[in-house]
T-cell receptor
């Protein structure tokens, strides 16, 4: 089955700086890669996703890049703000069957004011 | 749009009793719902995939007779933890996909189960 690794497990950045979180996946058939943000005690929220026919996607301060050959994808947050502090999870799934998501282990991002 | 609710948000029960958790898609029909378990400071572990009108598909290591899943309608899936034990204490979260062909999953707010 699919295995998703995520790094780093914790990340602290100064407010205004950029943050990058990286994930690798094992199954070359995976073709959908969402990122979720989870605040303490709350539900994971989808913040951005990318499909394998696209190399990069951007939504305001958030961007995701995908390298299919290397089987890795990254989340980039620019101009970080205190409200960006949360745990971020990457995930991967295959676009057929039941499309279940395999999650990475999570990155705890702390924005230092 | 794409709102998923869960009930209850938290529950405390005694060992040996059963607890039912409901997951509802409020503004869309969900042919597929997923049930996850999350331990403190850990990732989401998929327990089972719930398909409307058919039996759930359980992940390896998840006891289907202990975690009963029923997806009776396009907007409701239930997870029943039977004969609960303290080790079943966890945060249970459901998610739903808004229709066939959609890949996005939207999560419910979760249910914190404590078994005493």
């Amino acid at each position: 089955g699919e295995n998703v690794e995520q790094h780093p497990s914790t990340l602290s950045v100064q407010e205004g700086d950029s943050a990058v979180i990286k994930c690798t996946y094992s199954d070359s058939a995976s073709n959908y890669f969402p990122w979720y943000k989870q605040e303490l005690g709350k539900r994971p929220q989808l913040i951005i996703d990318i499909r394998s026919n696209v190399g990069e996607k951007k939504d305001q301060r958030i961007a995701v890049t995908l390298n299919k050959t290397a089987k890795h994808f990254s989340l980039h947050i620019t101009e970080t703000q205190p409200e960006d502090s949360a745990v971020y999870f990457c995930a991967a799934s295959i676009d057929f069957g039941n499309e279940k998501l395999t999650f990475g282990t999570g990155t705890r991002l702390t924005i230092i004011p | 749009g794409a709102v998923v609710s869960q009930h209850p948000s938290w529950v405390i029960c005694k060992s040996g009793t059963s607890v039912k958790i409901e997951c509802r898609s409020l503004d869309f029909q969900a042919t597929t719902m997923f049930w996850y378990r999350q331990f403190p400071k850990q990732s989401l572990m998929l327990m089972a995939t719930s398909n409307e009108g058919s039996k759930a598909t359980y992940e390896q290591g998840v006891e289907k007779d202990k975690f009963l899943i029923n997806h009776a309608s396009l907007t409701l899936s239930t997870l029943t933890v039977t004969s609960a034990h303290p080790e079943d204490s966890s945060f249970y979260i459901c998610s739903a996909r808004p229709g066939t062909g959609a890949l996005e999953q939207y999560f419910g707010p979760g249910t914190r189960l404590t078994v005493t």
